[in-house]
């Protein structure tokens, strides 16, 4: 696997991406939509992310065993949040004391 | 001074590729436990703000929104830069590369000054946790656990930054030995991706504390 060269074009393009997916973030949340509002933020910081990852960081153009660490890092952490939420947004559904 | 071949491929390694392979699937690793630390801190956030939406909307209204957009901003700006270093490094540049590390460094010393001035107006805003802490709400003691989260996770994201901007002086000084060239510069790249998962936290953080109280 030889080394992934990536080319200057590509750094400014997501760096404008970058700057412009923050002020979309930003004016968004100006806006009440509610829940919305929460689930844009996360997604839009998500698309960010995933720029920074895949573009500056090369993920996309790296060996396979690299995206399966980056793959297995975000996915134990999606486990961990929705299994600690899965206990803590659930109680109080049923009717016992303590369940 | 070693050669810059012999750095390449040293004994342990049957190729070039295969060492610059190994390095990056380390720091990945390292990423990856980095994403645990602070996924256990970004959970417990999570489980806070479920349970108290109000009071932490009411702690995110008391946030400066220009520090942090222009805060966010000056990271962008310095993973670029530090892409241009890679980049440079790559195609054996050491004057670009020495460059493009002292800007990295100095646009991130920008965020710590920022972030710094921010932590100022916290303190005397009354808004940081302890016994100087004042808040009128009906909702103070989880306003306060608000604050709680913040102090700790962007207090571990610039001390991340400051490892980072050590990490950078090293590669600096190394660039000054004239130890980086085209065929040997996989150390840039791996303290590269360090400085961009800077960034990713932050793009994180800036989402979760500034804006759900643009709204309020």
Same mark, same amino acid.
Not at chain 1, 6 to 23: D, E, I, N, R, S
Not at chain 2, 132 to 156: E, K
């Given at each position: ?8 074009? &590509? ?14 973030? &930003? ?18 910081? &998500? ?34 949040? =929705? ?17 | 001074?070693?050669?810059?071949? =012999? ?34 801190? $970004? ?12 009071? $932490? ?20 700006? =310095? ?14 540049? @050491?004057?670009?590369?020495?460059? $493009? ?6 646009? *991130? +010393? ?19 946790? *302890? ?12 306003? @306060? ?13 610039? %001390?991340?930054?400051?490892?980072? %901007? +050590? ?8 660039? $000054?030995?004239? &130890? ?20 990713? %936290? ?13 709204? @309020?």
């Amino acid at each position: 696997m030889t080394e992934p060269h990536v080319v200057k074009k &590509t750094y400014v393009f997501a760096w404008l991406g970058l700057l412009g997916l923050t002020l979309a973030n &930003t004016l968004i949340a100006f806006l009440n939509l509610g829940v919305w509002s929460t689930v844009i933020a996360i997604g839009i910081a &998500t698309i960010m992310a995933s720029i920074v990852a895949g573009f500056l960081m090369h993920a996309l153009y790296e060996t396979k065993v690299i995206k399966i660490i980056v793959a297995g890092g975000v996915i134990w952490f999606l486990i961990m949040v =929705s299994l600690t939420l899965n206990d803590y947004v659930t109680r109080g559904w049923l009717p016992f004391p303590g369940k | 001074m070693s050669e810059p071949a =012999s750095l390449a491929c040293r004994e342990q390694f049957a190729s070039p590729e295969q060492q610059r392979e190994t390095s990056t699937i380390g720091m990945w690793v390292f990423l990856a436990s980095e994403v645990m630390m602070f996924g256990g801190l $970004f959970t417990a956030y999570t489980v806070y703000r479920v349970s108290h939406p109000e009071a $932490f909307a009411i702690g995110s209204a008391g946030m400066d929104i220009w520090l942090g957009s222009i805060n966010t901003a000056v990271l962008i700006c =310095s993973s670029l830069t530090m892409a241009f270093a890679e980049e440079s490094a790559q195609a054996g540049n @050491q004057k670009l590369l020495g460059f $493009f590390l002292v800007a990295t460094m100095l646009i *991130g +010393c920008l965020f710590l000054g920022i972030k710094f001035t921010e932590y100022v107006e916290h303190y005397h805003e009354h808004k940081a946790p *302890g016994f100087w802490f004042n808040d009128t709400s009906p909702y103070a003691r989880y306003v @306060q656990m608000f604050f709680v989260f913040y102090f700790i996770m962007t207090g571990l994201h610039a %001390i991340h930054m400051i490892i980072g %901007i +050590c990490i950078l002086a090293g590669l600096l000084y190394r660039t $000054f030995l004239g &130890t980086f060239t085209s065929i040997y510069h996989s150390p840039v790249f791996v303290g590269g991706l360090y400085w961009h998962f800077i960034d990713i %936290i932050w793009i994180f953080l800036y989402a979760i504390f500034y804006l759900p109280g643009l709204h @309020q």
